[in-house]
């Protein structure tokens, strides 16, 4: 008889089935130790990095447009406030040429005066309540630029988080593969020990109680 058909004749069906058994198990934790360094591997390819996002520029552009508006003399209102005192000197001109006496004049700069205050008065009134419109677009306009400043914060940090948190867990995971596989393969080997260690006890005893026959 050929030596490998002897070797297989000389183990049992339970025999070859055991040894089939471990050795698929065998493949099966060595595949999951090789998966796992696998995972291992590709967690270190993974560089967590700031998201590189750029903040809207027309958010600070519309700050300072609003800025200047509300900090700074409007053109317009400049340009009144000057066309008002011309209109006086104008009157006051006027009057120094027609007045009939010194009484007259006097009386025309009086009352120059006061439609010239009054007109001041109301203009710097009217500025002041477009002024208080220009403050609610300032406090809106900077809120925008804080939100922005924000929203470009988050986003950074989102991508940090995410590429931080799949690296942790590809790392967990290989490193659970790894061992596991480790583990499954050294409990299949001490398995198949304790097979081949009850079936050897076995078969002392059978041949022990033929010869007490």
Known sequence: MPLGGAATAAMSI???SALTGMITGGLGSLGKSI???GQMNKAKQINPQWNDVKENPLAYQNLGAVKN???GKSPAYLQAAANIRQLQSNTMANAQRNAPDSATLLATGAGTEAQTQANITGLAGKEFQDTAGILDNLSRAYGMAINEGDK???NKLMKY????QAQADLRKSGATN???GIS??????IQYGNYMNTRDQNKDINNWLKTRK
């Open 161 to 164: 988080q995410l590429d931080s």
């Open 152 to 154: 470009v914060n988050a």
């Open 35 to 37: 998966f796992g360094i």
């Open 14 to 16: 339970g025999d070859i």
């Open 69 to 71: 508006l509300y900090y």
């Open 178 to 180: 790894i061992f596991g």
């Open 184 to 189: 499954d393969l050294a409990g299949g080997a």
